[in-house]
């Protein structure tokens, strides 16, 4: 029960909320669905978790055991591995956010597919996309040629291509979207509501590390799992590892901790306490990160690059992109046609740091190829369209005009562009033989 009002307008407006329930004002951290009112941004930043002392910031269990009150043990927490304050604070409110039933936190993003892979026995099928990030393939591999798992990487962007692939053994459809680093898109309803009708068995994970939670709910789509890199925008500061996953199955949930207890793979508590901070701001730094990408994707493509970004309107699937999310993320890639020039361009630049990751507050450059998806073999990466002049962008939330004009200057060095006597630049198209002196 909640206790009267006392102020008048507390007395006005009673303890209802906008649905008519007399519920606490916020989810109960043990209800984070069916508690959840606020806006997103302001659901990011409130927390509840009935310290003791009401410490606004949930306490560091910096302890890797808890004392028993009897000798048949029976609290609540008993070992860290298996359980921890701080842990259990960041997952209900992450739950909250993520609009999950329940929600896990582990060491790193990969830890997070770590553990839904164990889900999967010998003999199973995967489908899963052929772009997407290149530790994810590096598992799906080991998984296949020592896991005796069927792994079918295909174009996830048409779910017709999908259906043909779903089958009584498919036990898991591993999607990304947008993906990375070529910023496809991929209807996440359409392949849930297949899979399913195929194979209620099957389960749809879907990897939203490139939007967060602030931008897609992909359980809200159709998916069973949802997982994400939290060393990328939720802590936003690239100076944690951590991966998260979530479902609405209180089975699977329960399956899921089981892996991370019996393997050990938890967050540390520290980790737990920085992820927490991090998502509080998410929506700040998202918003800003955002029109920061907007700007520079705009300014690429108007100077005459090739440039994937779901927030352009060029981009082929605008239109699918938007029915799912609520932004466009942070993340764009683009092309040069030349891989020297491209490299160039990475090495000329000096705000945007030459860095794998995104999400973090500062910008960062890089080319996939040689970086984050060097593990997919050359042949692979040819066979899967992976451009190797790709230059992917991770705009932070410097000053813009501080970006652009570094940018700027780094393709002028670089002999990308061509400066035009009436002022601006023109990129050069290089995959059409066209060269500087022209
Ligand atoms: C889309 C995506 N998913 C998962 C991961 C894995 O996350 P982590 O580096 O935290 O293990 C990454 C990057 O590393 C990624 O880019
Ligand atoms: N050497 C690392 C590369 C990590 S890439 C991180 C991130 N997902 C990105 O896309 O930039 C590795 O081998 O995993």
């Known amino acids: 029960m909640t206790t009267p009002p006392t102020s008048d307008l507390g007395k006005a407006l009673g303890k209802l909320d906008i649905d008519g329930n007399n519920l606490p004002p916020s989810p109960a951290p043990s209800t984070p669905r069916n508690g959840r009112r606020y806006a997103l941004a302001t659901e990011l930043v409130y927390t509840e978790h009935g310290d003791q002392y009401n410490a606004s910031s949930m306490p560091i ?18 070992y860290t591995r298996s359980g921890n304050p701080t842990r259990s604070h960041l997952e209900k409110h992450l739950a909250k956010i993520m609009s999950a039933n329940r929600c896990l936190t582990v060491s790193s993003g990969m830890a997070a597919m770590d553990v839904i892979s164990r889900l999967l026995r010998p003999g199973d099928e995967v489908i899963a996309g052929d772009d997407l990030y290149g530790g994810t393939n590096r598992l799906l591999k080991y998984l296949s040629t020592h896991g005796d798992i069927v792994v079918h990487h295909i174009d ?8 043909g692939y779903v089958n009584d053994k498919t036990k898991l459809v591993l999607l990304e979207t947008p993906t990375n680093p070529l910023i496809k898109i991929v209807d ?16 749809v994970a879907v990897d939203n590390t490139m939007l967060s939670p602030l931008l897609q709910n992909p359980l809200d789509l159709g998916a069973d799992i949802v997982y994400e890199s939290g060393t990328k925008y939720l802590s936003g500061h690239h100076d944690l590892m951590a991966g998260v996953i979530a479902v609405n199955s209180l089975p699977l ?15 540390s508590p520290f980790d737990s306490w920085l992820l927490m901070r991090g998502v509080k701001t998410l929506g700040v730094r998202m918003e800003k990160q955002q029109a920061n990408a907007m700007r520079i994707a705009t300014f690429l493509e108007d100077i005459g690059f090739k440039v994937r970004y779901p927030g352009l309107r060029s981009h082929p699937q605008y239109d699918l992109h938007w029915s799912m999310a609520r932004g466009a993320g942070a993340v764009l890639s683009f092309e040069t046609g030349d891989v020297d ?8 630049t000096r ?9 973090c507050v500062n910008s960062l450059i890089s080319m996939p190829t040689r970086m984050s998806h060097a593990s997919i073999d050359a042949k692979t990466r040819k066979e899967r369209n992976l451009a190797e002049d790709l230059i992917r962008l991770c705009v932070g939330i410097e000053d813009c005009e501080d970006l652009l004009d570094d940018l700027q200057t780094a393709l002028v060095k670089a002999g990308a562009v061509r400066v035009m006597p009436e002022g601006g630049m023109q990129a050069i198209d290089f995959a059409a033989g066209e060269t500087l002196a022209q």
């Open 188 to 203: 996440i309803p359409s392949i849930a509501r297949l899979a399913h009708e195929i194979n209620p068995a099957a389960l």
């Open 253 to 267: 949930g329960e399956k899921l901790y089981f892996t991370i207890n019996a393997s050990g793979c938890g967050l």
């Open 351 to 359: 705000l945007w740091a030459i860095s794998v990751s995104f999400g």
């Open 156 to 163: 996830t962007t048409n779910p017709e291509n999908v259906r």
């Open 61 to 78: 269990y910096q302890t890797a055991t808890f004392k028993q009150s009897s000798g048949a043990g029976g609290s609540e927490y008993d």
């Open 341 to 348: 020039i491209s490299e160039k361009i990475v090495e000329a």
